[in-house]
Structures are given as C-alpha cells and as structure tokens.
C-alpha cells in the first residue's frame, strides 16, 4: 500500500517574504515564459484532506467556474529549490502558487485589485496558513504583478483550467480515510493500544510498516469531516495528537 500522509508540513509556506532577494540575478528584464492553461492530471500528492492548526481542509478535485476574492502573499529565496506539495520543485523565478485547496496542479488567473495587473498562474503547492490571506505566490508573479516590494496585496482569483479525466480516475474524490494514533516499535505496545481502543468501540487495526514499525489506526470512515470530527475526541481522550491519513492501493 502507498500512504498518502499530509500534516502539518505546509506550516513551511505559511512564512513569506516582504523584501526581494538578497543578491537577485533576476533582471526585470528577463521575464518567466508566460502559463498556459492546460488538463493535467492530479498530483498524486497534496490532493487528500489534511489538517493544520486544528482546521480540516479538502482539496477540490474539480473546478467550476470557481472565483475568490482576498489577500495575497508571496514566498521566495527561503523556499527556491525545495519540495512543493506536488513533489515538484519550487523555482521563485516561475510563475507557481500555493493554495489551501485548488486542485493540484490547476490553473488561475491572478488579478492584483489595487492596479489592475493579471496573471496566469499554476498552482502546485498548500498554503498560505497565516491570517486572512488566501494564496501565496512566487516571487517572480509577485513581482511582475506589482507588490513584492510590499508583501501583500489584495487579488482576484479565477479558474482557467479542467481538470484532466486521467487524473480523476487515478486519484478518486475519496481515498480510505484513517486516523493513525501511534506508531510503535514492538507490536505488544501497539496491541495494548488497541485492546483499548477497541474497549471504548473503535475499528482498528495494526499494520506493520516497512521500516518495521507498527502503526496503530482507527477506522475507516467513510468522509474526512466525520475522521476530523472523531480526531478530536480521540486526541482528548490519549492526550496526544492523532493524525488523519488518506490511503490508496
């Protein structure tokens, strides 16, 4: 089995910049190739439920006709040539974007409010998880369309892209949703966690992992709300934190 595991990694991106690159070898003058929209399928990664700071988010998996209004931010040099929640590279020089719940990869169109500036733009990354804000863009669309020097501005955002039906049969709306509550190093520990849980009248089981060691989860349920809502009386109950997984053949 593959296990699609989404926690709290996107807290990276909630941090942005409010000042260009130290050192840029970025001239105004050299401009990204402009995005095209086009179907592509999902990612395999970064499209389940996920939780951060105690709020479930569920990507879309389709778009229609979608549109939001709010506060833009921008990452950069901190985050170039790390990981994106796609697997894919991030490069601040392209234009990229990172949102809490857009299909990954998708495409929007980029409106700054206070001049007017648009952009295309792909999304292939989650966030921003500060405040308000709504999207986090790479610093070359910040950049070109007016407000990096500022931090933040407030956008339009518009869908331009579908979703490719290649993607959609790969990746289903919904995966088989547990909460794992612990991993252990020696299957006893992980049984006596289970007897207990089982006492109070959760669905369990134990899986013994590659790297040896025994994950303990409840479950399965049938939608990420109910998993979130049943995650929080279990983290009350152990007095630690349970983690809701997506799991795929």
């Known amino acids: 089995m593959r296990y699609l595991i989404v926690s709290i990694f996107v807290l990276a991106l909630s941090a942005c910049s409010s000042v260009p690159p130290e050192n840029s070898d970025d001239p105004a003058e050299i401009k990204p190739e402009p995005v095209v929209a086009k179907a592509e399928p999902l990612s395999k990664t970064g499209n389940d439920p996920y939780v951060v700071a105690g709020i479930l988010y569920t990507p879309k998996h389709q778009l229609n006709n979608f549109t ?25 020089y392209l234009y990229s974007a990172a949102h809490k ?26 966030g921003p998880f500060v405040g308000n804000r709504i999207l986090d863009l790479s610093y070359a669309a910040a950049r070109d369309l007016g407000f990096a020097d500022k931090g933040t501005t407030r956008v339009r955002i518009e869908s331009i892209s579908v979703i490719a039906q290649e993607g959609l049969e790969e990746l289903p709306e919904q995966g088989i949703i547990y909460l794992q509550t612990g991993v252990y190093s020696e299957r006893k520990n992980a049984l006596l966690v289970k007897s207990e849980l089982e006492s109070q009248g959760y669905q369990v089981k134990i899986e013994q992992r590659e790297d040896t060691l025994f994950s303990v989860k409840v479950g399965p ?29």
């Open 101 to 126: 719940t857009l299909p990954i990869p998708s495409y929007i169109k980029v409106t700054n409010l206070a001049n007017n500036k648009s952009l295309n733009i792909r999304v292939n990354d989650r």
């Open 221 to 249: 349920f049938k939608t990420a709300a109910l998993a979130y809502n049943e995650k929080i009386g279990l983290e009350k109950s152990m007095r630690s934190p349970v983690m809701l997984i997506t799991e795929r053949p």
């Open 68 to 92: 939001e209004v709010g506060v833009a931010s921008w990452y950069g040099k901190k985050f170039h040539g790390k990981k994106t929640s796609s697997g894919e590279i991030y490069n601040m």
